[in-house]
């Protein structure tokens, strides 16, 4: 019925209804012939190829430094000169300018942007459940789907040959981690949208599968990875970056990788009042940005003190806070981090996406939220000034929340191709969430070519980084660069 003076519209009849919004709709007959129709501006043989290359790697690094707190670049090139993976894992602007480079499929996702293999593990979601997934999201930008896939492989190559073994092993891991990504994609095209969206990696399973394909003991070191990830929450990070002061806990200081605001904040001539009321309007700023149930939970929290964490390897140079918060006591704590957001690497190879985020900040979050299949109830973003007075864009999410990664530095063959199988199917759920999965997986097809050219690249790829990596090395040598390495 309708209220007295109100014009209320007739609803529009079921089969009309049903019939405009298919009429708005691809067929997955029509998805899949456009998969497919993708082969012509990108043959799947054609992954294989590596590209020119013809760039300075240092050169590159060197300009996306200039954005970074100098004083740590020196421990970032030292982190980087490890070995070729972890000069890998600090490389993704140069891999993105090489990807860049090249023809891509044209089959857009949100990516992670940093898909190496380092950049997989386990974490806690807001029912205490273990769950594992991608879990770096400070690179992600739309793209084609492939970017992420050759990361993730090349990753996988050079992990195996830093572990000793040969090219014929890495190449087989590798080609685990596109056969995985290619498998998975083929079956969730064939789910309901819900059912994509709730897929997830069983991780009791992959304790399960790892011992049938690759044995008793990389189920053991994967059982302690997974046993390790499940302790690291707020009270471990209490126990491992803080310290009790007359009774009153506080962080270690332990420069460069921690130290408290109380210690940093003279040296560099700064008031530490003045530092806090800055600290009080970012968290004020972060809080209204939770939704109405987290802002409740957090308002039980207040803020104890302030501190500066050195992070990853990559990252490494960004500005980082680290927030310390009490609950009922002292021994209920909360700590957040505030890490910088700067623009993706992959922004300047690719259309900023429509539309567009209101930050770097909102651009993370939006791009973990949509890949994740369930994030930190903390996780926020924030644009505000920080201690130097700039105005600069944050996101924010709990330091330690059963987080952790596999040991990659242990895997024998079998173990990391399994694990290879393992992050390309995750990072396929992570695809489909906002790719088209029907297309994709018409693209990719139910033969192995795609996988085999994912492989060839990766190979190729690591012998890149290795040359790479060289290149900083003599760099370092030449005095062109300071480096602190053992950091």
Not at 71 to 85: D, Q, T
Not at 177 to 196: D, H, I, P
Not at 247 to 271: K, S, Y
């Amino acid at each position: 019925m309708s209220l007295p003076g109100r014009v209320v519209p007739a609803a529009p009849r079921p089969a009309e209804f049903a019939r405009g919004a298919r009429s708005q709709r691809s067929t997955t007959e029509q998805r899949q012939a456009a998969g497919r129709a993708a082969r012509t501006i990108m043959p799947l043989a054609d992954h294989a190829d590596l590209g020119p290359g013809d760039r300075d790697p240092v050169a590159l690094l060197e300009e996306q430094a200039a954005t970074r707190v100098q004083r740590l670049i020196p421990i970032r090139y030292g982190r980087m000169l490890a070995s070729p993976l972890t000069f890998l894992r600090g490389a993704a602007r140069l891999m993105a300018v090489d990807l860049g480079a090249g023809p891509d499929s044209g089959l857009r996702v949100q990516l992670c942007g940093d898909a190496h293999l380092s950049n997989f593990g386990f974490y806690a979601t807001p029912e205490r459940q273990q769950a594992f997934d991608i879990n770096d999201f400070d690179e992600t930008h739309p793209g084609p789907f492939e970017w992420d896939v050759k990361r993730l492989a090349a990753s996988v190559a050079i992990a195996t040959l830093v572990n000793g073994f040969a090219p014929k092993k890495a190449r087989t891991a590798a080609l685990a981690a596109a056969a995985g990504y290619r498998t998975e994609m083929n079956r969730l095209a064939g789910l309901g949208t819900l059912a994509v969206w709730y897929a997830h990696q069983d991780v009791d399973g992959m304790l399960t599968d790892i011992r049938s394909e690759a044995g008793d003991v990389a189920a053991e070191q994967l059982g302690s990875d997974v046993a390790r990830a499940r302790f690291h929450d707020s009270n471990h990070a209490l126990r491992k970056l803080c310290t009790t002061v007359e009774g009153q806990v506080q962080f270690r200081n332990d420069p460069p990788l921690i130290v408290p605001a109380e210690e940093l904040l003279p040296a560099w001539g700064q008031n530490v009042d003045d530092a806090y009321d800055l600290v009080g309007r970012l968290v004020r700023a972060y809080r209204r940005g939770l939704q109405s149930d987290r802002r409740y939970l957090f308002d039980q929290f207040t803020v104890v003190q302030l501190g500066f964490k050195l992070v990853g390897v990559g990252s490494v140079g960004t500005r980082a806070y680290v927030v310390l918060l009490d609950g009922s006591d002292a021994q209920d704590p909360l700590i957040l981090q505030a890490k910088e957001a700067q623009p993706s690497v992959l922004a300047d190879q690719r259309p900023a996406p429509t539309p567009r985020p209101a930050d770097e900040g909102n651009r993370v979050v939006h791009g973990q939220r949509l890949l994740q299949m369930t994030s930190d109830i903390f996780l926020g973003a924030v644009r505000a000034t920080g201690i130097d007075g700039a105005r600069r864009d944050y996101y924010v999410r709990q330091l330690r929340d059963g987080k952790g990664s596999v040991d990659v530095d242990r895997l024998r063959p079998r173990a990391m191709a399994f694990y290879a199988r393992v992050c390309g199917q995750t990072l396929a759920r992570a695809h489909a969430r906002s790719g088209d999965r029907v297309a994709i997986a018409g693209y990719l097809g139910s033969a192995a070519t795609f996988d085999e050219a994912i492989a060839d690249f990766a190979l190729a790829y690591a012998d890149r980084s290795v040359v790479d990596h060289a290149a900083l090395r003599q760099a370092a040598a030449d005095g062109r660069i300071a480096v602190r390495e053992g950091v």
